[in-house]
């Protein structure tokens, strides 16, 4: 994810500049920025019209804009007309050219830096980032922790450590722009004055094998006033798990100071129990959704669901509903068309030369006064082998509400079917690793069930039909998925673990590997 969470906490540090007034002038910066903010999300279709008309003027002199007919692009109707739907693999013949040391191809000049990453079915995906684009990230990462500050005014932990859980910050360069991991570019715009907040060490954050990696960051931090951490959640357990193997306290009695955690990447809620359990006690959170494309969102209230959609800096967002996204002509609709609780497919044209370009997340609409949204999930992350097409936030969901007032806790899972069963029905399994296990596998199995029926329609119907027979869970051995993620080179850093599949890569590897309990 671009410019990553680090970012979030950068607008801790503005404050920071003024140390002896610190706390004072925070809430003071709070205050000023909650108001802007308030302008542009009170008039949201008017504030995206105005990005979209500024980046095709900005873009008609480039190859695309002059391939794409930008100069005759008058509102989204002419846009829709004369710019398709494009993923990386379709953008990728401008993207190369770029690559090759050209101008004005995507955007005007050459982008700044190369967000590398992979996934992709070609290999690596260059994502470029230009010093327009990257400015509103900074601004983006900045305000979240401001908006938390206005609103709960607490800003105590600008005075103490914080760290991000993050990849290499060591960049490559070819043809005059900087090519790195996402969160190693942010890493580049904390400013001078900052440093002394920020943990671990350069050093440490240049080590690339992840669990040398934790090592050296639990035994820098672990006397150090830690008032602020980040990272995904899978990443920030592993951290805690160290850090009380070396101390034999809970997180919270380590850090008697810290209690806000700023996360992104996934859905936070399969880890609550959990995290609450290792730290000992509650905590403030902020989510936020920053990607190698963009800053999206960012949690802007502590009182209500979603995340602030990000309207004013250089992006222009459209939207498809899912489950129409793969007909032939899907209809593109605008922020002023959208619908609470519909899974969309979230389509950006940007300031560093993203047109029409598809991520592959899915969103809903939690809000639309003003307009908040939650991640759903990737549009090729879902489960669909019988029709069903479930999807990440619906088994988050039915996994969030099945330990509710429970002392089960779960580390990690995966959802995949399982199509040709030995005998009987086809079926869900979910392969879970327990941190602790419940003690009634079977009731436990049936409340799950029973909160997917609920949650999804089609997987009721299938059921009720006996099409599917109700889930099965497969209980993982401790560390398995951190041994599945290392065996694909994936551990650590930004990288996750889907949360389903319509394949059983995954399940088969961990049967394979004597991984199952």
């Given at each position: 994810m671009a410019t990553q969470l680090t970012q979030q906490i950068l607008l801790i540090f503005s404050m920071n500049k003024i140390s002896s007034i610190r706390s004072l002038f925070a809430k003071a910066f709070a205050a000023l920025i909650a108001r802007k903010i308030n302008n542009w999300s009170s008039n949201p279709i008017d504030t995206q019209e105005r990005v979209f008309k500024k980046l095709i003027k900005s873009a008609i002199g480039t190859k695309f804009g002059k391939d794409h007919h930008f100069k005759s692009i008058n509102n989204h109707i002419d846009y829709i007309s004369k710019v398709p739907i494009r993923d990386y693999e379709a953008l990728k013949p401008y993207i190369e050219k770029v690559i090759d040391g050209e101008s004005d191809v995507l955007w005007n000049g050459k982008p700044s830096y190369f967000a590398k990453t992979s996934g992709t079915t070609s290999g690596s995906k260059y994502i470029p980032i230009t010093d327009v684009s990257i400015k509103y990230q900074v601004e983006a990462s900045r305000n979240?922790?401001?908006m938390y500050i206005n609103e709960t005014g607490n800003s105590d932990f600008v005075d103490g450590k914080w760290i991000f859980l993050q990849g290499s910050p060591l960049l490559n360069e070819k043809n005059g722009i900087k090519i790195g991991r996402l969160s190693g570019i942010s890493a580049h715009y904390v400013p001078s004055y900052l440093l002394k907040n920020r943990m671990p060490s350069w050093e440490t954050n240049c080590i690339e094998d992840w669990e040398t990696k934790v090592n050296h960051i639990v035994n820098e931090t672990v006397n150090e006033n830690m008032t602020v951490i980040a990272g995904i959640p899978s990443w920030v357990q592993m951290y805690f798990e160290k850090l009380i193997d070396v101390k034999n306290k809970k997180v919270g009695d380590i850090f008697?100071?810290?209690?806000?955690?700023?996360?992104?990447?996934?859905n936070y809620q399969p880890y609550r129990k959990k995290f609450e359990n290792l730290i000992g006690r509650k905590f403030d959170s902020i989510e936020l959704y920053p990607a190698s494309e963009g800053f999206f969102a960012f949690q802007d209230s502590q009182k209500e669901r979603g995340m602030l959609l990000q309207l004013d800096s250089g992006i222009f967002y459209e939207f498809v509903e899912a489950d129409k996204f793969f007909d032939k002509s899907p209809q593109r609709i605008t922020l002023k068309d959208v619908k609470i609780g519909v899974n969309y497919v979230i389509i950006i044209s940007t300031n560093?030369?993203?047109?029409?370009y598809n991520i592959g997340d899915t969103v809903q609409?939690?809000?639309?006064?003003?307009y908040r949204i939650i991640v759903s999930g990737r549009i090729k992350h879902f489960i669909s082998a019988f029709g069903e097409h479930v999807i990440a936030k619906e088994v988050e969901q039915a996994l969030s509400l099945s330990v509710l007032n429970s002392d089960i806790r779960v580390s990690e899972f995966t959802v995949a079917p399982e199509i040709n069963p030995m005998k009987g029905l086809p079926y869900h399994e979910w392969l879970?690793?327990?941190d602790n296990p419940p003690s009634n596998f079977n009731k436990f199995a049936d409340k799950l069930n029973s909160e997917l029926v609920k949650q999804n329609t089609y997987y009721s119907d299938l059921i009720i039909g006996k099409v599917l027979r109700p889930l099965k869970i497969t209980a993982v051995k401790q560390e398995g998925f951190k041994i599945y993620m290392k065996s694909i080179g994936k551990l650590g850093g930004q990288n996750k673990t889907p949360r389903l599949s319509n394949d059983r890569k995954i399940a088969d590897f961990l049967y394979s590997n004597d991984l199952i309990n």
């Open positions: 979240a922790a401001l008697k100071n810290f209690n806000l955690f700023i996360y992104g990447g996934v560093a030369g993203l047109w029409a609409f939690t809000s639309t006064s003003p879970i690793e327990f």
